[in-house]
């Protein structure tokens, strides 16, 4: 079992920045792809970023290539997703995940999850 705690939420404006952290513990192991995802109201859980076990894969989705980025350091078990230019349509929980897969994109390939962080966006 893998547990996983996201934190770095929080209220901010159209444009600002912030950086989520997950810190992974219990069989944590660097060959776990990782990902973040989000769920706006009233919408289903999207992909957001992923990286590969060796970090040397990312994948993003389309509304926030250029503006997000995933990273992770596995001597410290943690991820992270650094958020810039932020729009009030980034506005969701932002969830972490970890595949036992090398690189996995979809939610579906992801076994353990995070219990999620509010990202407000205000405009």
């Known amino acids: 079992q893998v547990q996983l705690v996201e934190s770095g939420g929080g209220l901010v404006q159209a444009g600002g920045s912030l950086r989520l952290s997950c810190a992974a513990s219990g069989r944590t192991s660097s060959s776990y792809a990782m990902g973040w995802f989000r769920q706006g109201p009233g919408k289903e859980r999207e992909t957001v970023a992923t990286i590969s076990w060796s970090g040397g894969t990312t994948y993003y989705a389309d509304s926030v290539k250029g503006r997000f980025a995933i990273s992770r350091d596995n001597a410290k078990n943690t991820v992270y997703l650094q958020m810039n230019s932020l729009k009030p349509e980034d506005t969701a929980v932002y969830y972490c995940?970890?595949?036992?897969?090398?690189?996995?994109?979809?939610?579906?390939?992801?076994?353990?999850w995070g219990q999620g962080t509010q990202v407000t966006v205000s405009s």
């Open positions: 995940a970890a595949s036992r897969a090398a690189v996995a994109w979809t939610n579906t390939k992801y076994d353990f």
